[in-house]
């Protein structure tokens, strides 16, 4: 099993910064590609970013390419995303997801593990 805990989210204006951490227990972290999703009220959940299991390899959603980036620390067990030029559209619920695969996907149906979510709202 593997525990994803996600923390960073809260309140910011358009145009700034957050950066989201989950940090990972359980198995060898650094096995696992990683991957964030999100979900506004009365949508799916969505693809954001993913990221190999050496950070090589990184994936984007085209509404958060050149703004988003996902980077990951094996040594720490964490995985980060960092959110810049923040729009009122990306008011979501982030989640972490973890998969038991070394490369990384844009499939949600392809991640084993899932955080609880960190809520991050963007005002206009």
């Known amino acids: 099993q593997v525990q994803l805990v996600e923390s960073g989210g809260g309140l910011v204006q358009a145009g700034g910064s957050l950066r989201l951490s989950c940090a990972a227990s359980g198995r060898t972290f650094s096995n696992y590609a990683m991957g964030w999703f999100r979900q506004a009220a009365g949508k799916e959940r969505e693809f954001v970013a993913s990221?190999?299991?050496?950070?090589?390899?990184?994936y984007y959603a085209d509404s958060v390419k050149g703004r988003f980036t996902i980077s990951r620390d094996n040594a720490k067990n964490t995985v980060y995303l960092q959110m810049n030029s923040l729009k009122p559209d990306d008011t979501a619920v982030y989640y972490c997801?973890?998969?038991?695969?070394?490369?990384?996907?844009?499939?949600?149906?392809?991640?084993?593990?899932w955080g609880q979510g960190t809520q991050v709202t963007v005002s206009s």
């Open positions: 990221i190999n299991w050496n950070g090589i390899i990184r």
């Open positions: 997801a973890g998969r038991s695969a070394s490369y990384a996907s844009a499939d949600k149906a392809g991640y084993d593990y």
